[in-house]
């Protein structure tokens, strides 16, 4: 379905899809040749990598493009810098190419940092950024098991606010953090299910409490999967955590909570973030009203659903075409609000 805004017809930009350029492909590959769990799931999936097999999924698509960003897993886990230096620029150089050979197909690429490296991921976001034209930058919830308000991280945070360039944010969570003290490992997969929403919650709720939206009131954080657990857990957040310190005995909360200009709930609001909820419509309404539309934009996680690079597409599009809202509010979420983010043309 089309529609027409003024004079022209709505582009659906898809900010959240997932590709391994050829060249990082290969790498990786070669750094962890037994890859299993996350590693052996993202490999089994042929369009991540085969441009030919992804161009033909989004041929079904009218006015669609993607702006591009590596799956996972992060680029740290494959060793110390400059291991990961290395694979970061890497993997940069590999999208921006992507982008000047098909910028009808990919009008942006998201940079991929060194987590583990405080110098070096300041340095490539801003190579990324400047020279190669990526459109932000992407890290995930936790470096290494380490929040993401670290002194070692925070300033990129700092920088990116500076640069005036979205910050992406996705989930990392493996089967070796387990659901419970007496157990090793994750099971049925809880960790990706439920591990992944909760992650994306803890790391939006540390950078809150770290202050991190007094101090840059403007920055752009784009959290996937509509903000994890956030909106449905909006009481929680607003009048719960109204009380912060009340139940807590070895640490003065309240301190923290009187240094704070807003609401705790009021911050959360300033997140931004994606539609890829994986057909789920009453979960897309819940995040539309918590989180506004002019902070929605169209993500689709693509190519990791059951058919390897359609049905997530597919799905999103069919659930923000049939939503109870105004032609002007849709081509926000499909396209104006990533113009007006990304700096698009």
Not at 91 to 101: F, P, Q, S, T, W
């Amino acid at each position: 379905m089309l529609y027409r805004v003024g004079e022209r017809l709505t582009m659906k930009i898809d900010i959240f899809a997932h590709i391994f350029p050829k060249t990082y492909f290969d790498r990786m590959v070669q750094a962890v040749p037994d890859g299993k769990d996350l590693h052996k799931r993202v490999r089994n999936v042929p369009s991540i990598v085969d441009l030919g097999e992804r161009f033909r999924i989004m041929d079904r698509f009218d006015d669609y493009c993607q702006v591009i960003c590596l799956g996972a897993p992060p680029i740290e886990v494959f060793g110390p810098p400059p291991i990961s230096t290395d694979m970061a620029k890497l993997a940069n150089d590999g999208m921006a190419e992507l982008v000047r050979k098909y910028p009808d197909r990919f009008p942006g690429f998201i940079a991929s940092l060194p987590m583990n490296d405080p110098e070096g991921l300041l340095a490539e976001a801003g190579r990324a950024i400047k020279d190669l034209g990526a459109v932000g930058v992407q890290i995930f919830t936790n470096v290494l098991g380490r929040p993401l308000d670290k002194p070692e991280t925070i300033p990129l945070f700092d920088r990116m606010a500076e640069l005036d360039r979205p910050i992406w944010m996705h989930p990392a969570r493996g089967a070796d953090f387990p659901d419970y003290k007496s157990e090793t490992k994750s099971h049925y997969e809880i960790w990706w299910a439920l591990g992944w929403p909760y992650e994306t919650s803890t790391a939006m709720a540390h950078l809150v409490f770290s202050g991190l939206f007094d101090r840059h009131p403007s920055i752009k954080i784009i959290t996937h999967h509509m903000g994890g657990m956030i909106p449905y857990f909006e009481g929680r957040i607003g009048p719960g955590w109204d009380q912060l310190g009340t139940r807590t005995s070895d640490e003065d909360y309240t301190l923290l909570l009187n240094t704070l200009k807003k609401r705790p709930l009021d911050y959360f609001r300033l997140f931004y973030t994606d539609t890829a909820l994986f057909g789920a419509k009453e979960a897309t309404i819940c995040g539309l009203k918590f989180f506004g539309v002019e902070q929605v934009l169209f993500g689709s996680d693509m190519p990791f659903d059951p058919e390897k690079g359609a049905a997530y597409i597919r799905w999103t599009i069919e659930i923000i075409d049939s939503l109870d809202i105004s032609p002007g509010e849709r081509q926000m979420i499909y396209e104006g609000n990533a113009r007006r983010l990304l700096n698009l043309k």
